[in-house]
């Protein structure tokens, strides 16, 4: 799968590298912000793993974005967060993502919560 991470934090970057990389899939990682979506649309990836919240744009507003956009209204978004409840998790599901994985992400079990992920949402 081709897959995009978008997070402000880029030691999360790394992790969540490292796992989809090494279980073959083509992986990028972009910093966070809005710029990300015309990014996005030149080179469409499968997959977009985002961060719920970031300083600039948040989770779930880059999830609206991407949902809108009728080249992108397909890719399948994850949304990660230490925030856990029920509420975030709803918000999640609301604006269009096809998953949630709470932090902290355990790398050895990453890339395979990202398939199951996808693989319900297809």
């Known amino acids: ?3 995009v991470l978008v997070d402000d934090d880029p030691d999360l970057i790394e992790i969540m590298y490292l796992s989809l990389q090494q279980a073959g899939h083509e992986v990028t990682a972009s910093p966070a912000g809005a710029n990300i979506v015309p990014n996005l649309k030149s080179d469409p990836p499968d997959v977009l793993i985002t961060d719920l919240m970031m300083a600039e744009l948040t ?3 880059l999830c609206e974005l991407i949902k809108a956009t ?3 209204s397909g890719m399948k978004i994850i949304l990660i967060s230490a925030r856990t409840d029920k509420l975030w ?3 999640a ?3 269009g993502a096809d998953g949630f994985i709470e932090k902290p992400i355990d790398p050895v079990i990453f890339a395979a919560d990202v398939e199951q992920i996808v693989a319900k949402a297809s």
Do not use: F
Request: hydrophobic content about 35%.
């Open 1 to 3: 799968m081709k897959i």
């Open 59 to 61: 989770g779930l507003e």
């Open 70 to 72: 009728a080249r992108l």
């Open 89 to 91: 998790k709803d918000r």
């Open 93 to 95: 599901r609301e604006c």
